[in-house]
């Protein structure tokens, strides 16, 4: 079977002033669809560079990424956007949540861009608000939910339009571990509905879920393990 996503050989360097950093060196990676990939290693290794080359949300400087077959080098920035549009959700530690939207319209956001019927939208939005114990907080705007708060707010987001990829940049880094331990529990279900997830963290707990652990150190693949068990 086709991957879903395919790095082929990707180098990627920021530019700065006068000096260079090569933030991705060779990086080679197949992700299939039903996957849950867990990238891992210290902070500066290129994992974020990593996630958002995955998620059409940058290119890399030399190689090639193919994403359902579609070389991506080769579509325009808009057909790019809608790539990611209607295949990924993004949850982010920078939770992107839209200040004069409330939680339920950020929620809802996703449905809207797919035309998502307004019954539809509400019934799907309510449900993920309830799993999430999120309902009591519906007609608040971000700025008055504590940050834990809105990170399930943005896991809420990137789950509610059922996308075929989730991408997360530790998903559970400002939540307690009851708290970490629904947002894992929730991917992990959605993984067994069949989307595949790549997910970077430092947690060991949140990287117990995956079945693939790759393990990056600056900017190269060092390791790769299946997880035990998976
Ligand atoms: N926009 C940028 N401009 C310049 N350098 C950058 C930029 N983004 C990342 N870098 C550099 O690229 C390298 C990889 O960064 P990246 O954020 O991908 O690492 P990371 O493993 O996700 O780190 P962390 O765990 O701290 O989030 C680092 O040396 C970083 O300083």
Do not use: W
């Amino acid at each position: 079977m086709e991957p879903l996503i395919q790095l082929k050989n990707i180098n990627k360097s920021y530019h700065n002033d006068d000096s260079e950093t090569l933030a991705l060196n060779h990086v080679s990676l197949n992700i299939h669809e039903g996957e849950f990939v867990c990238i891992m290693g210290p902070s500066g290794c290129g994992k974020s560079t990593l996630l958002n080359i995955a998620g059409l949300l940058d290119i890399p400087s030399n190689g090639e990424v193919v994403f359902q077959k579609e070389s991506v080098h080769k579509l325009s920035s808009k057909k790019r956007a809608q790539l990611r549009r209607e295949n990924i959700g993004f949850v982010f530690q920078s939770f992107n949540l839209i200040d004069d939207l409330t939680v339920f319209e950020n929620i809802e956001l996703p449905l809207i861009y797919q035309h998502v019927s307004p019954n539809e939208r509400k019934f799907r939005v309510e449900k993920i608000m309830d799993r999430l114990q999120l309902s009591h907080k519906k007609k608040a705007f971000p700025s008055q939910i504590s940050g834990g708060l809105q990170q399930r707010v943005a896991v809420a987001r990137a789950v509610v339009s059922r996308p075929r990829l989730i991408l997360a940049d530790e998903p559970t880094g400002n939540l307690d571990s009851e708290r970490g331990r629904e947002v894992m529990d929730i991917l992990t279900s959605l993984n067994e509905l069949g989307t595949t997830i790549l997910m970077v963290t430092h947690s060991t707990a949140a990287s117990d879920y995956a079945s693939r652990i790759i393990n990056l150190f600056d900017g190269q693949i060092v390791t790769e393990n299946l997880h035990k068990g998976k």
